[in-house]
């Protein structure tokens, strides 16, 4: 996995009774991942996908399939998300005692490992978890719903960036990506955004291209940035 900018639409902001076609949408706008939130209105406040939603959206990504489990416990759910055909399993630090555990659970299925901060959770947390990890998943809101006001993480995503050093883990970012603040926590060292409302809106199925129009604002706002 390279360090280019990725976007990674959240499939929870699309319609849900249509999740094939909203796929295959974002994908053929420009989407580089596809993210999917489960919940399970206990970890969190809200209820979303269990693995058998999972297996059924893997039918129709055709890139990767970034799977975050905001559920505890987390453990005994990890072989069933491996199954539903996830690419990446990001489980949450907060979900358990024993994370360096879960991050083994995970990459032993196969799959590349993830773990999620929320926003009340320093950095350091992680720090002796690095070599087990593929991708740190920084909270930018508080996790539960879409649409949420961006909590500004920046000083975080600077401190992993400086710990991760030069192993090859992505630092994503979920919750209130959009062109104005994704050049802040891009700056701050991160390279994949997650993307809910801000990629859907104004468009659907039928008319797809706002998709991509948002899709390209976004990454046009890390470019100028770059400029």
Known sequence: MTHAIKIAPSILSADFADFGREIQAIEAQGADWVHVDVMDGHFVPNLTFGPPAVAAFRKHVKTVMDVHLMIAPVDPYIEAFAEAGADIITAHVEAGPHIHRTLQAIRATGKKAGVALNPGTPAEAVAHVLD???????????????????????????????????????????????????????????DVLVA????????????????????????ASVQRMAA
């Not at 104004?202 to 604002?217: F, I, L, T």
């Open 196 to 219: 809910g409302s801000a990629v859907f809106k104004g468009g659907s199925v039928e008319n797809p291209e706002p998709y991509g129009a948002n899709m390209r604002a976004i990454r």
């Open 132 to 190: 087990l990890t593929d991708l740190i998943c920084v909270m930018t809101v508080n996790p539960g719903f879409g649409g949420q006001k961006f909590i500004d993480m920046s000083a975080e995503i600077h401190t992993l960036r400086r710990m991760i050093g030069d192993r090859p883990i992505h630092i994503e970012i979920d919750g209130g990506v959009t062109p104005e603040t994704a050049p802040k926590v891009v700056a701050a060292g991160a």
